[in-house]
């Protein structure tokens, strides 16, 4: 069933904070990552994501959340580490391979192709910090709602992938940040690939 934008989203976001955190986001945070006012429509969006069976509620347990639409995986993934992405104004992303990075496959949502380290703080609310390797994987194509790595003039960028009536953006989980208008007539302009996941260096 296909989701709602603001639903592949939460889901999105959902799977973000579990793989930085390790546990679910409150429905306060929910609320607040999706630019929603209250809690209680958060919780709505949660149920409907439950009957759709993306997700399970757990009864009378704070932050009783649990994901069911992605099997476990087991196992451990040498990926490579290419370089930097920005979470803020685009920079420059070396393609070399600095090292391969040995990860828990369970990690991920998506199967990651690279790894590349966040400088910048616009993706705050999506649970994505500065020093975080997140994994890409690697499509040209992405959906409304998804967080995306777009290159932009030559440089790389992580942000919310929007596109409504042929207009792109790409917008910031940080309300310090403006999002960034693009014409793919004019510009530049790729998806590099899906945020797959994260690890936080220790």
């Not at 546990?23 to 759709?52: D, F, T």
């Not at 420059?92 to 590349?116: H, Q, T």
């Not at 390797?133 to 919310?160: M, N, Y």
Request: proline letters at 7%; glycine letters at 10%.
């Amino acid at each position: 069933m296909t989701l709602t934008p603001t639903r592949q989203a939460l889901l999105d976001y959902l799977r973000a904070h579990i793989a930085a955190h390790g546990y679910p986001p409150s429905q306060l945070q929910i609320a607040a990552a999706l630019g929603l006012k209250q809690n209680r429509s958060a919780r709505l969006h949660l149920e409907v994501l439950a009957r759709e069976g993306h997700i399970e509620l757990v009864p009378g347990k704070a932050r009783g959340i649990r994901l069911r639409d992605v099997a476990p995986a087991t196992g451990t993934l040498q990926v490579p580490l290419l370089g930097r992405v920005a979470a803020g104004r685009p920079i420059g992303s070396d393609a070399e391979v600095r090292r391969e990075v040995a990860l828990d496959v369970s990690l991920f949502r998506l199967k990651p192709d690279y790894l590349l380290e966040v400088v910048g703080e616009s993706m705050l609310l999506d649970g994505i910090l500065p020093g975080d390797l997140i994994g890409v994987h690697r499509t040209p194509e992405a959906r409304h709602g998804q967080t995306v790595v777009a290159r932009l003039e030559g440089e790389f960028t992580v942000k919310r992938f929007e596109r409504e009536n042929g207009h792109i953006r790409l917008l910031p989980r940080n309300p310090a940040y403006t999002p960034i208008e693009v014409d793919p007539r004019a510009t530049d302009f790729a998806i590099e690939g899906l945020f797959a996941g994260l690890v936080r260096p220790g």
